[in-house]
């Protein structure tokens, strides 16, 4: 079992932008008829992680705050960006690459955005351009507590 990351981008928004933002030119197109449209790249060797972006709609997204309080979203449109990175041996900059790949992202799209642990644990939220770390402790441990302001 992995460790995934998931950036959630509120809106309409075209795949090939924000997998521009990821990685130009290395993402392939998922051929999978009767399936939602689905870019993949394998950065593994590069950064640590695959990644995934898809859209859909009519969302539903919850995840644990910071006090245990249950955090609910429900975006109309979105994008999910999923980094899926290997439990065992991931490469030491991994989370770092990741991170700096959302904020690559953030810094480049004005949406509303999420960013979620395991489906779980929520870490960033964007409403309304007002960027909002969670769990002080994670971006502590990764000493990435300066990587965005609050």
């Known amino acids: 079992m992995g460790i995934d ?21 290395r993402f392939r197109e998922s051929t999978n008829a009767g399936y939602p449209r689905l870019l993949t790249a394998d950065l593994t060797t590069e950064q640590g992680f695959g990644v995934s972006v ?7 997204f ?5 006090d245990g309080t249950q955090w609910e979203w429900e975006p109309e449109r979105y994008v999910n960006v999923t980094f899926d990175m290997t439990k065992n041996d991931p490469p030491e900059t991994a989370t770092a690459d990741m991170v700096a790949t959302v904020a690559r992202i953030l810094t480049n799209r004005p949406e509303n955005a999420a960013l979620v642990l395991n489906n779980n644990w929520l870490l960033l939220t ?20 300066d990587t965005f302001t609050t």
């Open 126 to 145: 964007r409403t309304d351009g007002t960027l909002r770390k969670h769990r002080a402790a994670w971006w502590d441990n990764y000493r990435l507590t």
């Open 54 to 60: 898809i859209a859909g709609s009519n969302g539903y």
């Open 62 to 66: 919850d995840a644990e705050d910071d």
């Open 5 to 25: 990351y998931r950036l959630t981008l509120a809106g309409d928004i075209p795949l090939e932008e924000v997998a521009h933002l990821i990685a130009p030119h």
